[in-house]
């Protein structure tokens, strides 16, 4: 374990779900009867520390999208608590709330769909500010930002469909880190991304964690890929987390049987090229 | 005397009018071989795939040749092209739930394509079908024929796709992304479903998609597209193994594998600078060139050709061999 | 979606990079304008310079053939000119048709947004609503409101206002909703900003492309309705004229098949036409889909 792994167990969370419960209400199946009632997440605990990159991982329908705009404070939670720099983010006062909201950004999955294609992406990229009312230099802020995801400022003037989908997700992790935040939160970050892309994209989410002292929330359906960008893995199962921990030791000795299908539906070349993939 | 292979395609060009997404892609897929197409977004592969189908959007048109039992696909009508599809060549789509008919049921789509291409009568069809339903491994086959697409999973769905397209004995079948819609853990099954039906019924299958493992499992033979040219072909542990184009070497060494894993938290892949160049705005020569480390005048200048089994590239990556010579 | 039969092919690869702005001048585009524009200058050339009073009847000079001196179109029942009288015809047609247009695309814009965005009660209560006006005749409604109001050019926007707000009400929720489902939506809402904020700066300029285009086709169905209902009798009277008017006044004076029907018959048929035509050819040009979207 390095230096950093070693110094963030020490260090007391920054982001925190506590025994998270999530129900949905289902549609009546009779007139009169009782609604029936779908538990979602079922005490979920879940932590970030400063400067550390968690991974989030399980199948479609295990409740990875409940958690995370839970995490983000856009569905609150029927029990249970989430913390942000040990405040409860759901009774705090109007500014730690607002605190919470500079400090916890997300990243989306599609990168298309993530920027409004009738916006220049420099107004895009401004909104977060002018939204959350940060004070500062705003034009330098954007210049400062593109050049941490590797753009150039010539980007600001231009629309979104004139960007590829990697260069795309470049911009949506840029707006992200326009108003500073703590934590940065990415759902299937790379997953609507080509192969040779992905690789960008996954280098430079592991920079922006290194330079920036970033916290990192990973969610993605493929193991190899969350095992990759992170240190410590969250891994679902029917809305309970199943098993958290070292990514070399889920795949090496899995404990839960959601992390053993995960560990064994990953395919890799050298896997193929032995004949065993599909064993 | 050889054996005549399943799908024989000379210097396909798709194009329309303006845009050219297949600039002339030569491959051969022997009888009951298995090859892989592998190539990001833009690299032409599922216009590839589409044109040998007769499936081309409207306003695209193909050229070339695709000789397959006996007759040059491209040249065929679409009547002759709807008679032949499900029946000597099929396909099996990205999309389960859009490639099947919403309205009717999964054990009905089944018996018509059985019924349309053989003189099965219905009771027979339906024997057939309940019997490709088996074979899928799908419990309840019975009730699985009587329900409708939007009632079963995704894996489900594609098992009947799957089970569709070799209802007919075909010689051929094109797989399109056939497991990228899918949760992660049901890819390996239908992976393994196609895998032995198409062993066991000596067909022939073309494999299409971005995911090189994919490719390393279920292949013998791959071409690598960029741009809409091959840049390598060969066999898929050979390929893959010691490539010798520098994009396929780039590709291989953007997947995670366990050794990334291995390493602590400041390990990176290697990725591939920039991106895919847009079709309206090819590079002159090689058009992988902007990307390239190895790249020097001439891959500026002149475009390299693909002959035969190796890469279409002026300064071939080193094989291994000769790297490890003294 | 102009490929829905290739919805199989993979997103991620068969992008099959549309041309650079293919279709940014079409052949629709450029009738649709060319026709509307001159139905424009006619209108407004009407303001300036009509060749004779076209409510002044003068029993000397009726029923001029066309190209009589002073009558390029020769003259009604009653001597009045046939051009004068298309000429300001053109001008009730562009108030009536586009002040109904307008309205409706107003009111069906703040009905539609609302129900899109403002929850499940609020879509019910409207869009049900949009269903319950959608089911009574156009017609009846424009009976009932003559009857009341008395017939006349601002009877007749009320009336086309009635027809085509719940039109407009569902295309533009159906819109909203989708535009309301993306990605940047979620963003937006994430960092903070409120619903009329989402709406104004989001939504609307997403469905702009939308709303041009149901304008221009309802601006035609307003000119045709308003015909309609002026040859019927309940639309424009005198001393207002308007196509459906002499077309009226051409069927009681001489019987539907005067040359006199053929003219204002004529003038609607272009009009329409180009407007049909303008709103299709905006549709491919203005459809996001359609842009080149490389770097």
Known sequence: MNASASLSVLSAPLLEMRQVTQTYALRRQSLFGARPSLKVLDHVDLDVRPGEAVGLVGESGSGKTTLTRILTGSERPQSGNVLFDGFDVWSADREKRRHFRRSVQIVLQNPRSSLDPRMRVGTSLLEPLRSLQIDCDHAARVIEVLDQVGLGRNAIERYPHEFSGGQLQRIAIARALMPGPKVLIADEPVSALDVSIQAQVLNLLKDLVRNLGLSLVFIAHDLSVVAYATSRVFVMSSGKIVEVGRPLDLFTKPQAEATRNLVGAVLSVEGGLAGTALD | ?326 | MSNIGLQHSAPSASTPAKAPRRGTWNMSLVIGIGLTVGFLVIAIVSFFYLPSNPNIPNIRFRLLPAGSPGHLLGTDVLGRDIVSQLMVGARTSILVGAGGATISLLLGTITGLIAAAYGKIADEAISRSADIMLSIPGMVTALVLAATMGPGALTTIFALTAFFTPSFTRVIRSAAMSVLQEDFITAAKLYGRGRVFILARHVLPNIAGVMIVQFTLYFAAGILTEAGLSYLGVGVTRPSISWGLMLNEAQQSVGISSPLAIWPGLAIVFVVLGLNLLGDGLRDVLDPKLKPRAA
């Open chain 2, 1 to 326: 005397m050889m054996a005549r292979p399943a799908l024989d395609v000379r210097d396909l060009v798709v194009g329309n009018g303006t845009l050219t997404a297949v600039r002339g892609v030569s491959f051969t897929v022997p009888a009951g071989g298995r090859m892989g197409l592998v190539g990001e977004s833009g690299s032409g592969k599922s216009m590839t795939a589409l044109a040998l189908m007769g499936l081309l959007p409207m306003g695209w048109n193909a050229a070339g040749s695709v000789l397959h039992d006996g007759v040059d696909l491209v040249q065929q009508s679409d009547r002759a092209m709807s008679a032949r599809r499900g029946r000597t060549l099929s396909m099996v789509f990205q999309d389960p739930l859009s490639a099947l008919d919403p309205v009717r049921r999964v054990g009905h789509q089944i018996t018509s394509v059985i019924r349309r291409h053989t003189d099965a009568d219905r009771r027979e069809a339906e024997r057939r079908a309940l019997e490709l339903i088996n074979q899928m491994k799908l419990p309840r086959g019975e009730q699985i024929l009587r329900a409708y697409p939007h009632e079963l999973s995704g894996g489900q769905r594609q098992r009947i796709m799957i089970a569709m397209a070799l209802a007919c004995y075909p010689q051929l079948i094109i797989a399109d992304e056939p497991t990228t819609a899918l949760d992660v853990t049901v890819q390996k099954q239908v992976l393994r479903l196609l895998n032995g039906a198409v062993k066991e019924r000596g067909c022939a299958l073309l494999m299409i998609t971005h995911d090189l493992p994919v490719i390393a499992a279920m292949c013998d033979t791959v071409a690598v597209m960029y741009a809409g040219r091959i840049v390598e072909m060969g066999p898929v542990a050979e390929v893959f193994r010691s490539p010798r184009h520098h994009y396929t070497r780039g590709l291989l060494d953007s997947q995670p594998t366990m050794d990334n894993i291995a390493l602590d938290g400041s390990s990176r892949l290697a990725s591939i600078p920039g991106m895919v160049p847009p079709l309206h705005d090819l590079p002159a020569g090689c058009a992988f060139h902007p990307r390239c480390n190895a790249a020097t005048d001439t891959c500026r200048m002149r475009m390299p050709e693909l002959v035969g089994d190796n890469a279409a590239c002026w300064n071939p990556v080193a094989a291994l061999a000769e790297l490890s010579a003294p």
